[in-house]
């Protein structure tokens, strides 16, 4: 099941510049895309999200980018700080269209960001 | 800052045996969901749950699986006859909403229980 993707399995940065995760989806049924991070041996942790009727969303350092037509999203985190460091999963889900609200997920990117 | 919480975090059991996995939901909370993650695979869907019964649920969700909430706090998941394969970490989450309902759909998780079957 790829209908999540993320391609690229590791990042590193270096602290202060920007750190850009991709992911991509097939499923032209999701409507609602969310990051999350998640440290060793803790949960994933909700970072943020974007509704399909929007092609940004910023939460401080963290902004989120949607192209529809491509059916793509980007994380952009900036700057990178050392506490960044962690697994970054895209999930997506299909909120408007369908009942419930399953998430179904990325593989994950390992982010590191060096001092 | 309300958070879901597990228990336990660390079961091992024997093939065969049944194992039952808690979950604390936030308080406020509807709905609520179980995943799993295998090692190095990504983190599936196994059930949603609300109202006192099942919404969705995946094919992985068989028989030998059940959700329950037994009292107005815990939710559980059972694994009635566990098999090496379900060696996973296992997730709980809820979250105030479902559909167009903006960041009150978003799912908060618990830290998950490693579930080891031998």
């Known amino acids: 099941d790829q209908q999540v993707k993320q391609n690229s399995p590791s990042l590193s940065v270096q602290e202060g510049r920007i750190s850009i995760l991709n992911c991509d989806y097939t499923?032209?049924?999701?409507?609602?895309f969310l990051w999350y991070k998640k440290y060793p041996a803790e949960g994933p942790t909700f970072l943020i999200s974007?509704?399909?009727?929007?092609d940004k969303n910023e939460d401080g350092r963290f902004t989120v980018f949607l192209n529809k037509s491509a059916k793509h999203l980007s994380l952009h985190i900036v700057p990178s700080q050392p506490g960044d460091s962690a697994v970054y999963f895209c999930a997506a889900t299909s909120r408007y269209q369908a009942a419930g609200n399953k998430l179904t997920f990325g593989g994950g990117t390992r982010v590191l960001v060096k001092p | 800052e309300p958070e879901v919480t597990q228990t336990p975090s660390h079961q091992v059991t024997q093939m065969g045996q049944e194992v039952i996995l808690r979950c604390v939901p936030i308080?406020?909370?509807?709905?609520f969901y179980w995943y799993r993650q295998i090692l190095g695979q990504k983190v599936e869907f196994l059930v949603s749950?609300?109202?006192?019964?099942?919404?969705?649920k995946s094919e992985i969700f068989d028989d030998q699986f059940s959700v329950e909430r037994p009292d107005g706090s815990n939710f559980t998941l059972k694994i009635r006859s566990t098999k090496l394969e379900d060696s996973a970490m296992y997730f709980c989450a809820s979250s105030e909403s479902t559909r167009g309902q903006g960041d009150r759909g978003t799912q908060y998780f618990g830290p998950g229980t490693r579930l080891t079957v031998l």
């Open positions: 308080s406020n909370h509807l709905y």
């Open positions: 974007i509704s399909s009727i929007k």
């Open positions: 499923n032209s049924m999701f409507d609602y």
């Open positions: 749950f609300y109202n006192n019964e099942i919404s969705e």
